[in-house]
């Protein structure tokens, strides 16, 4: 089988906005949709930042960014598909061409199964329970076997904070170790993620080398 491409057609032919709106909202979906899953199996905030958790090299807070750019543009083309391309199919749910709703059954089905759902969601109600649960006991599972110091965010200290705080010790005195070790950026201001992003490891990791120190 041969398929041939025209470029002189392609550039006469007059851009068909409902290929272009339909292409976009599926391949929005699937973004939408991968990094839904990838937030619902992350470890939470901290842990995440505190073991360098990434999937395709990105870390959770990009994977949020992510979610949060393409869900609002999967809305903005769920409209425009809704109203450019199947208005007219789209109202037919609703009204008739003699001007009275239809669908009544459908339409109050649907209703109570999104409000069903949302409260549901709120107060936790079997199955939907089940499904949080889930996700909590794998973003949860990530924790088991990591070493963290019993301190609030301690990737977001500061080097002197730090060693000040966490190893008990002067930064001159954690300097000298860091040094020795070939440590790049050893600034007493930069803070433990970014120092670590710099030497190539997790803050785990490095806390684990200055703990058997």
């Given at each position: 089988?041969?398929?041939?491409?025209?470029?002189?057609?392609?550039?006469?032919?007059?851009?068909?906005?409902?290929?272009?709106?339909?292409?976009?909202?599926?391949?929005?979906?699937?973004?939408?949709?991968?990094?839904g899953i990838v937030l619902?199996?992350?470890?939470?905030?901290?842990?995440?930042?505190?073991?360098?958790?990434?999937?395709?090299?990105?870390?959770?807070?990009?994977?949020?960014?992510?979610?949060?750019?393409?869900?609002?543009?999967?809305?903005?083309?769920?409209?425009?598909?809704?109203?450019?391309?199947?208005?007219?199919?789209?109202?037919?749910?609703?009204?008739?061409?003699?001007?009275?709703?239809?669908?009544?059954?459908?339409?109050?089905?649907?209703?109570?199964?999104?409000?069903?759902?949302?409260?549901?969601?709120?107060?936790?109600?079997?199955?939907?329970?089940?499904?949080?649960?889930?996700?909590?006991?794998?973003?949860?599972?990530?924790?088991?076997?990591?070493?963290?110091?019993?301190?609030?965010?301690?990737?977001?200290?500061?080097?002197?904070?730090?060693?000040?705080?966490?190893?008990?010790?002067?930064?001159?005195?954690?300097?000298?170790?860091?040094?020795?070790?070939?440590?790049?950026?050893?600034?007493?201001?930069?803070?433990?993620?970014?120092?670590?992003?710099?030497?190539?490891?997790?803050?785990?990791?490095?806390?684990?080398?200055?703990?058997?120190k």
């Amino acid at each position: 089988m041969t398929v041939c491409f025209s470029n002189k057609n392609s550039m006469n032919k007059k851009f068909n906005w409902q290929i272009f709106i339909s292409i976009a909202l599926l391949l929005s979906f699937l973004l939408v949709l991968f990094s839904g899953i990838v937030l619902y199996i992350a470890p939470e905030g901290s842990l995440s930042r505190w073991i360098s958790w990434d999937i395709l090299g990105l870390t959770k807070k990009q994977w949020e960014y992510q979610h949060t750019v393409f869900t609002f543009i999967f809305a903005i083309l769920c409209i425009l598909h809704a109203f450019k391309i199947n208005w007219s199919l789209f109202l037919s749910y609703f009204i008739t061409n003699k001007k009275t709703i239809t669908n009544h059954r459908e339409i109050i089905v649907s209703i109570i199964l999104v409000i069903g759902i949302f409260i549901g969601t709120i107060f936790q109600v079997n199955p939907l329970k089940q499904i949080i649960r889930y996700g909590n006991s794998i973003s949860d599972s990530h924790a088991k076997n990591v070493v963290r110091p019993d301190f609030p965010d301690p990737e977001k200290l500061s080097l002197e904070q730090f060693s000040e705080t966490i190893l008990k010790t002067s930064f001159s005195e954690m300097r000298k170790n860091l040094i020795k070790c070939h440590f790049k950026s050893i600034n007493q201001d930069i803070s433990i993620e970014n120092f670590c992003k710099k030497n190539n490891l997790s803050p785990e990791q490095f806390y684990k080398l200055l703990i058997t120190k």
